[in-house]
């Protein structure tokens, strides 16, 4: 028997596949690509989810920044979540030392999420969270850079209505943030070849 968790499509409450179904309706900025991955089975009833990568350079084949958006539901509510839709949010970034080194990263990270849920006229209760910046160092044999910096934000919510398409939006706009994308409309300069007139 399929669980509801793996083909939301198939069954379940209304509100759950009116969600599932508003997240699947919005048009991203073209440097996010976002597709289903499997849900995590034991957080909830009912769930789906998304992940997503973000790649500024069209040339490129490093992500600057990926992420995963989780939607739970419980057709009888939660108390913690003060409803009964939730969505749960891991974003995952590589970023300059300078950057690394700014004492008030954290907190400027954490509005670029409250800041694009208001923009995007997200209703939502029980935001909480953590970011995290981190520093590795690779040694011997280990392929990539000697020294990177990441930053990784962890996020939940509960969503007030079940159109989630803001709600969707302000995490796609909170990925491009966390990877240094330019506004939505605004192109990145490319460097001129030195050799040019």
């Known amino acids: 028997m399929t669980s509801p968790q793996t083909n939301p499509s ?3 409450p209304e509100e759950f596949r009116e969600a599932v179904a508003s997240l699947n309706s919005v048009s991203i900025r073209p440097e996010v690509t976002l597709e289903p991955i499997r849900a995590p089975q034991r957080l909830a009833p009912y769930s789906y989810a998304l992940g997503a990568e973000v790649l500024i350079d069209p040339e490129g084949d490093i992500p600057e920044a990926n992420g995963r958006l989780v939607l739970l539901h419980d057709p009888d509510g939660d108390e913690a979540w003060h409803g009964t839709l939730r969505l749960v949010s891991y974003v995952s970034a590589t970023i300059e030392q300078d950057m690394a080194t700014d004492p008030a990263l954290s907190d400027a990270s954490w509005t670029w999420l409250t800041d694009a849920l ?5 209703e939502y209760a029980a935001l909480g969270g ?6 590795s160092q ?9 020294a990177t910096n990441d930053l990784e934000m962890r996020a939940s919510w509960t969503a007030l209505t079940s159109d989630l398409s803001g709600h969707l939006r302000a995490w ?3 990925l491009a943030s966390a990877a240094g994308a330019p506004p939505p409309g605004v192109s990145l300069i490319a460097r001129r070849d030195s050799t040019s007139a």
């Open 10 to 12: 198939d069954g379940g």
């Open 118 to 122: 208001a923009q995007t006229g997200a």
């Open 130 to 135: 953590t970011v995290t910046k981190t520093a």
């Open 138 to 146: 690779r040694y011997g044999d280990l392929a990539g850079p000697e």
């Open 172 to 174: 796609v706009d909170l």
